[in-house]
């Protein structure tokens, strides 16, 4: 199996792997991702066709959390600010994220309006959520259970583009990279709540209670929480 990068200015990058397994041409589109599954004696003109076939349908496929456009200076989680930067001739435009910085390349003909562009963009936001989320939010997360007396098994950071959060039956919670962005009372509301499943798997009237009892606005933050959809939002679009 081989793998090569095709760079499209109406979608941004499709990784196309070439593998045994495939039998016909097959694209996929995950969060930031778009994965194009072709046998391996494909020829590149072939692969060209088949994207350029299909680039309306890939834009429809655009996830429509990427709604806010991304300009320089913006704020991005706690930690990280976006900045938009020329390349230099013959290198491939990309995106870098440091420890504060999420640098978005562009090449000269590029603008940062660009449907790609913004599509570099916002990847190089999420994976800075990763990283801020991955830092901040288990320890959060453990101190609070500590706190309360309360037990979970594992914890883990996932991209979610529906709820905040999730507890199964063994104990094993997710938290949304989202989270990061939002005001420590959001973020302290969603970690209570996963933790209240620990002893209560239902959202009976015992189980917002116990929300309650462990943080007593919980009522409020929930509301609050409500208008708010996971998805990357820059600081001044938060406003």
């Known amino acids: 199996m081989s793998a090569s990068i095709v760079v ?14 495939s039998r016909s041409l097959r694209l996929s589109v995950k969060p ?14 072939t692969i060209q066709q088949f994207i350029a076939s299909n680039i309306d349908w890939l834009k429809r496929q655009q996830p429509t959390q990427q709604t806010a456009l991304l300009r320089s200076g913006d704020k991005i989680g706690k930690l990280h600010t976006v900045l938009f930067k020329k390349v230099t001739a013959n290198k491939m435009p990309d995106v870098r994220v440091t420890n504060s910085q999420i640098i978005v390349g562009l090449d000269s003909n590029e603008t940062n309006d660009n449907p790609a562009v913004q ?13 801020e989320a991955a830092q901040i939010l288990p320890l959060r997360l ?19 583009t529906g709820r905040w959060g999730s507890c199964d039956n063994q104990k094993n919670i997710v938290l949304n990279l989202y989270l990061i962005q939002l005001p420590w009372e959001l973020i302290d509301y969603v970690i209570v709540h996963e933790l209240a499943h620990t002893k209560h798997m239902n959202h009976s009237a015992a189980f917002w209670d116990f929300c309650c009892e462990l943080l007593p606005a919980s009522k409020d933050l929930r509301r609050r929480l409500k208008n708010i959809p996971p998805a990357v939002t820059p600081q001044n679009a938060r406003a």
């Open 8 to 21: 499209v200015p109406e979608v941004g990058k499709i990784t196309v792997v070439k593998s045994k397994a």
């Open 32 to 45: 930031n991702n778009i994965r194009l599954s072709v046998p391996p004696w494909t020829s590149q003109r």
């Open 119 to 131: 599509n570099r963009a916002h990847r190089g936001a999420v994976r800075a959520l990763r990283k």
């Open 142 to 160: 453990r101190l609070t259970a500590e706190r309360h007396g309360l037990v979970f098994k594992s914890v883990a950071i996932k991209q979610l």
